[in-house]
């Protein structure tokens, strides 16, 4: 397996395990700061979306790919609050899949040399790395809340995957 093989499947999964963590919520179960101390499940599944757009796609083409409600866009000055609104599941599912596809459809033609430039801040494979890294911890607190919430029916759906 090559390293950007490796990259491909790894940013494959990223995108499944997302979808598959958010696929059929609604209502409190996407919204709710419940269990306390943690942001809603809307508001982490939009933030990696926003954050993955920033670093991958903005970082190369100068612009982000989607326009983000202010909790989200913004934020480092302005957390989510009660009642924030946010786009329900299967929207928030279309926008990171699109994120997702536009990032894998770039690394899959970039050169060795494009994936080491540093068109943002590092290397881009260095930005994938940790968006990468930033999804999963994420996705560590997502199925944590979910379970807290009771939503036992994504235990069964979680499946170990190969590209």
């Given at each position: 397996m090559?390293?950007?093989t ?8 990223m995108k ?5 963590a ?7 179960d ?24 920033w670093?991958?796609?903005q970082?190369?083409?100068g612009?982000?790919?989607?326009e ?8 480092t ?12 599941a299967s ?18 033609q970039?050169?060795e ?5 540093s ?19 994420h ?16 235990w069964?759906e979680?499946?170990?995957f190969l590209a």
């Open positions: 090559t390293f950007s490796y990259v491909l499947h790894q940013l494959k999964e499944r395990e997302l979808l598959t958010i696929e059929g919520l609604e209502g409190e996407l919204t709710s700061f419940e269990p306390a101390g943690h942001w809603p499940v809307a508001w982490i599944a939009e933030h990696c979306t926003q954050v993955a757009d670093f991958l796609i970082s190369v083409t612009a982000m790919q989607l983000y409600e202010e909790q989200v866009g913004n934020w000055e302005r957390e989510p609050r009660e009642g924030d609104s946010y786009p329900p929207e928030i599912a279309s926008r990171w899949a699109s994120v997702c596809d536009t990032i894998t459809s770039y690394v899959e970039a050169t040399a494009e994936l080491q430039a068109p943002g801040r590092e290397p881009y494979i260095q930005s994938i790395l940790r968006i990468i890294n930033h999804t999963n911890s996705l560590r607190s997502l199925w944590c809340i979910l379970g807290e919430r009771r939503v036992d029916s994504k069964a979680q499946q170990p």
